[in-house]
């Protein structure tokens, strides 16, 4: 495996919620990784959601606080972002992405270089 696979991703309705999950790589032995979610919706930016440390130390932008929930198991290398109380302005391709673990903050897309393909999030009223 040589990008981030992510799953979950669906059609549901707003109120709800649901996870996706990202499966990571060691993309070099022995180095630490960030691991980060991102969304883009159609004509807008791709923005930062949240982001996790190989610690577990996690940080949220400010469209990912409140709602958003990070979470990482080192041991099966997975990350997920659980979304509570959706809405329609949540619908977006939501991407998962790695970096070494030097400087996690999701707020720039830009800092992250290791992507996976995303996975699309719909939310119906």
């Known amino acids: 495996q040589v990008h981030p696979v992510e799953s979950g991703g669906g059609s549901v309705q707003a109120g709800g919620s649901t996870t996706l999950s990202c499966l990571y790589s060691?993309?070099?032995?022995?180095?630490?990784?960030?691991v980060a979610w991102f969304r883009q919706a159609p004509g807008n930016e791709r923005e930062g959601v949240a982001g996790?440390?190989?610690?577990?130390?996690?940080l949220y932008t400010d469209s990912g606080k409140g709602r958003f929930t990070i979470a990482r198991d080192n041991a099966k290398k997975i990350v997920t972002l659980q979304i509570a109380s959706l809405k329609p302005e949540d619908t977006a391709m939501y991407y998962c992405?790695?970096?070494?673990?030097?400087?996690?903050?999701?707020?720039?897309?830009?800092?992250?270089?290791?992507w996976g393909q995303g996975t699309q999030v719909t939310v119906s009223s």
């Open positions: 060691d993309y070099i032995p022995g180095s630490r990784y960030c």
């Open positions: 992405a790695a970096r070494l673990d030097t400087n996690c903050n999701p707020a720039s897309w830009l800092a992250y270089d290791i």
């Open positions: 996790v440390r190989s610690d577990g130390w996690t």
